[in-house]
Structures are given as C-alpha cells and as structure tokens.
C-alpha cells in the first residue's frame, strides 16, 4: 500500500483492506473447487452407465490370426482350491463368490455361446471367468499372469474387471444408501451404542476422508475435467489422487461415499459442499439427537460430534470416548484396503479419473456385499504372496501384518499398527477454507457439548496411558 509522507498512516484501515483481500482469495478458491468437483461428478455420472463399456469392443481385425488359448475351466478350478488358498486369491469366501454370480450374474455381458456368425475363438468366456478375472485384479494381481492362468487375451482381464463393475452398479442389492427412516438411524445408533464403553448413544455414523491413489492424470483427462494436474497432487501425502468422503456404520459397512474433490480438497470442504451435508441440514432428517462423529478435520454442529483440539483434562477424556466410535471409519478404510490390493498401488495410469470413481464405488460395494456375507467382516486373511510381489514391485504400500504370510489361515482384524497413515489425514488442512466457515455453527447446541457434560457428571476417566502401553 502506497502512501505519500504527509499522509498519516490509518493502522484500521489497513487492516480492513487486507481483510477483503483475503476474503475475495478465500471465494476465489471455494469457487475453484466447486468447479473442480462439479466437473469430476460430471464425467464420473457420465460413465456409470457403462453402455460403451460393453459396445466399444468392434470386432475382430479381419484377416487376424487367432492365437490357441485353453480357457480355465473356472468352476472346477475354485473347487481345487482350499477355502484358505481361494480367499487368499479371491478375497472372500467361497459361498459369498458364487452369491455375488448370482447377483450380478444377470447384468453380465452374453458369453457369445449363441452367436450367428460363427464361435467365439478358443470358446466362450463365462460370466465366471469374468468374475474370477475381476476380483483378481482387485486384489492386487497382474493382469498378464491373470491372463495367462485363464486363457485369454492379455487386456480381457481389465475388460471383465469393468464389466463387473458395471454388473454391480446395475444391481440394486449392493447399492450404498444413508438411512433416512428414523427407526433405521436408531438402530444403527444402537449398534455404536454397544461399542461405546460409557454408552454414547447418539452417534448415527462415523465419518473421514481417505486419499485414492491415482497416477498422475493424463493431458487428455486434464482438459476434459477443465483443471490441471496439480490440483490432483496432495502435498501432505505425495501422491496423486482422490479425496473420498466416506461414512459407516458400528459393523464397518459404508452408508455413504463420495469420490467428487481432487486429492488437494480439505475433508471439511469436500463434506461441507456434499449431498449429505445438505440433507443433514434438513429439520427432520436426522433423528433428534444423533450424529455423524468425525475427527478435528470436521467442525462441531449440531449433526456433527469432533474432538477437542488442544485438549487437556476432561476434554481429553471425551476425545478418548469419541474416539472409541470415530475410529470405526478408519478400520472401515483399513478393511478395504487391506481386502482389496488395487488400493494399495496407484490405479493404473491408463485409467482415467471419472473410471477410478466408479471403480473404487464398485470396491465399496464389494466391502459392504462381504460384510453382509459373513456378517462381521473378520473373512480378510493373507493376501497370496504374488499379489504382494505384484504390489510392492509396482511401488505400493507395504502391509506388514497381513503380508506376513506364516502358512496359517488366521483372519485378519485391524489393529492399531494397521493403520493406513499413507492414505489417512490428507485432508486435514484449511487451505481451501478459513476459520469463518468453521465457525458457523458455533452457536448452535452441538451434541459435543451434552457428551462432555454427561462425562463430567458421571466422572467417566480415560485409561492411563502409562498404564495402556
């Protein structure tokens, strides 16, 4: 700011000025970021359908020589394997494979069995195979040796990958949807209630961001979304990707997913500019009392419980309590990863931006689907150990516990040593927001308040954690 030397120097207004400039920056970069989620949401919404990924196969080169292939003769192959042996493979057990064939069974592309223009070269590909090819692929194998032990081309198994992906889209069992009856939100609040060890019973969700691994976005990719790569890389984290906004409930089953911000996006930003936070501000929507429980990164409301920053004494002790419940979405992201190793290495670079939402919604399904199928989520165990070469060799995350393969066929369950800290807590800055937006609710009656009140009456203390170590 210049000022001639006879002109006094007026402190307030000084201040007012960099005010507004900083508040015009700050709608600067919301309004980038809306433009930034409107236009992932558009091209991802844009791609569910999936009608071109079935129809953009033409045809045979005329004049193409066929390649002899023996096809795995997939339903003798999985009753070889052990049940050990075909999770480690699959990823769930047998009984949940051949329920999900039969949920998506009828979604799948035909076989071309009945062509009228002659057979398929080297036989038919079963809705089995497509299955068995798929769920290799998310679990961390490569797609050649997956090709090679079914006996077809080398670009089929990511070809029956999106095939079942677009099955399990079209099938309305394995859809993900927040409760909306209050009757529902009162059972899953009773659920969180058995796994609070001082009763909270309010919490109808619990809620956090984790990043989704992506190689760096292609020029093309770029200039359809309407942004650069930049936007894409998370500083915090070193990685391009995604923020996913994800809720679930007390059994580590998502309620809610929302893949729409780059990996630069804030988990309160990404949140603040969803649907849900929409609905939940509805009157009437959420059941009197309840709400989501997330960490520092979300700010308190009155359908919002975080913690306490800074916190000493009794609020140390209600951020232990909260805790209890909160991190029932970090296990929740450490089960899916952990069950499918695609996650654990970036989405290969051919694949765009708008197919890893939908791939990774896909994913989602597939957690929910498994938890249902053994009806507590504990059917996770060693990966097999060329899905973990495979990984490791393609640069990603290391698992220590679960890639300890010692011959046994323990379940996996997540402790505190699994934690995903690689892909966990990307989103934990203000960089696209500032003080003022997390202030908005301040005076409202949030539950944080009721929740620490009812701990200091009871004088509930949190362990000593000289004593937990």
């Not at 500019?273 to 709400?291: A, I, M, N, R």
């Not at 409301?301 to 309590?321: H, L, V």
């Not at 393969?405 to 960089?431: I, K, T």
Request: with cysteine; charged share 25%; hydrophobic share 35%.
């Amino acid at each position: 700011m210049s000022r001639s030397g006879s002109d006094p120097f007026n402190y307030q207004e000084y201040l007012d000025e960099e005010e507004e400039l900083d508040a015009l920056h700050q709608a600067k970069r919301r309004k980038e970021a809306i433009i930034y989620a409107s236009a992932i949401a558009t091209v991802a919404a844009a791609s569910i359908p999936f009608g071109a990924v079935a129809s953009a196969h033409q045809g045979r080169v005329p004049g193409s020589v066929t390649v002899k292939r023996q096809r795995l003769a997939v339903d003798d192959y999985c009753q070889t394997l052990s049940d050990k042996h075909f999770r480690r493979r699959y990823r769930m057990g047998k009984e949940s494979f051949w329920n999900l064939l039969h949920i998506v069974g009828d979604n799948l592309p035909s076989t071309g069995e009945n062509r009228k223009n002659g057979c398929v070269p080297n036989g038919p590909i079963s809705h089995t195979a497509h299955l068995s090819m798929a769920l290799r692929i998310a679990a961390g194998a490569d797609p050649l040796d997956v090709a090679t032990n079914h006996g077809v081309n080398d670009n089929q198994p990511m070809v029956s990958f999106w095939l079942v992906m677009d099955a399990i889209h079209k099938s309305p069992q394995l859809d993900i949807q927040f409760p909306t009856l209050h009757e529902e939100q009162k059972k899953v609040a009773k659920e969180f209630e058995s796994k609070s060890s001082i009763g909270i019973s309010c919490c109808v969700g619990a809620i956090d961001g984790i990043l989704i691994w992506i190689h760096k976005p292609s020029d093309s990719d770029c200039d359809m979304l309407g942004f650069g790569q930049t936007k894409f890389f998370c500083g915090r984290k070193k990685k391009f990707g995604l923020n996913m906004q994800a809720v679930c409930d007390a059994k580590r089953r998502f309620l809610w997913v929302d893949i729409r911000y780059p990996g630069t996006t804030s988990d309160f930003f990404a949140f603040d500019q969803s649907s849900l936070k929409d609905k939940l501000e509805q009157p009437g929507f959420l059941h009197s009392g309840l709400c989501l429980f997330g960490d520092a990164a979300y700010a308190n409301s009155s359908y919002m419980c975080s913690p306490f920053r800074s916190a000493t004494g009794t609020q140390d002790d209600f951020n232990f309590f909260q805790s209890q419940l909160r991190i029932t979405i970090e296990c929740a992201f450490g089960m899916l990863v952990h069950r499918f190793g695609i996650l654990r290495k970036a989405f290969p670079v051919n694949v765009t931006v708008s197919k890893t939402n939908v791939a990774v919604l896909g994913l989602c399904k597939l957690h929910n689907f498994c938890i249902q199928s053994s009806n507590c989520g504990d059917d996770i165990v060693a990966s097999d150990f060329r899905d973990v070469s495979n990984i490791i060799m393609e640069g990603g995350i290391v698992l220590p516990r679960i890639d300890r393969d010692d011959g046994s066929d323990n379940r996996w369950r997540y402790e505190e040593e699994d934690r995903l800290d690689n892909l966990l807590d990307g989103g934990q800055h203000m960089d696209d927001h500032d003080r003022t937006d997390r202030r908005r609710c301040r005076y409202q009656e949030v539950p944080r308040q009721a929740i620490h009140e009812y701990i200091v009456l009871n004088e509930f203390r949190r362990p000593d954690r000289r004593a937990s170590r």
